[in-house]
Nanobody, 114 residues
Framework: QVQLVESGGGLVQPGGSLRLSCAAS????????MAWYRQAPGKQRELVAR???????NYADSVKGRFTISRDDAKSTVYLQMNSLKPEDTAVYYC????????WGQGTQVTVSS
C-alpha cells in the first residue's frame, strides 16, 4: 500500500511564502510523475504543478513564476515552493503520485490572508 504524507501548509499573509512537502512510502517500484493539485471551496480540483522522473515540469498559468516544484528521488519526496502568495491561492493542496497506479495525499490547507 502506498502512502503520501503532506506537510507545510498553514496561514500566511499575502506576499509571503510557504513550502509544501510530500513524502511517498510503500510498494513503489518506479515513479512516473509527482504533482500538486489544489481545490478551493466551491471549485474543481486543479493541477498546480507536475514533475516527471526526467525533471520535466509544467505549471498552471496562475502560478508560473511564483511556484517551483522539485523532488528528492532518494527520499521519494516532492516539494512545492510557493512565493508571492495571493489570497486566490487559498485552497487545500493535494499531493499526487503516478507510479503506474495513482495515489493521493490527504491534503493540506493553505490560507493566504491578512
Amino acid at each position: 500500500q502506498v502512502q503520501l504524507v503532506e506537510s507545510g501548509g498553514g496561514l500566511v499573509q499575502p506576499g509571503g511564502s510557504l513550502r509544501l512537502s510530500c513524502a511517498a512510502s510503500g510498494s513503489i517500484f518506479s515513479i512516473n510523475a509527482m504533482a500538486w493539485y489544489r481545490q478551493a471551496p466551491g471549485k474543481q480540483r486543479e493541477l498546480v504543478a507536475r514533475i516527471t522522473t526526467t525533471g520535466s515540469t509544467n505549471y498552471a498559468d496562475s502560478v508560473k513564476g511564483r511556484f517551483t516544484i522539485s523532488r528528492d528521488d532518494a527520499k521519494s519526496t516532492v516539494y512545492l515552493q510557493m512565493n508571492s502568495l495571493k489570497p486566490e491561492d487559498t485552497a487545500v493542496y493535494y499531493c499526487y503520485l503516478d507510479y503506474g497506479w495513482r495515489a493521493w495525499g490527504q491534503g493540506t490547507q493553505v490560507t493566504v490572508s491578512s
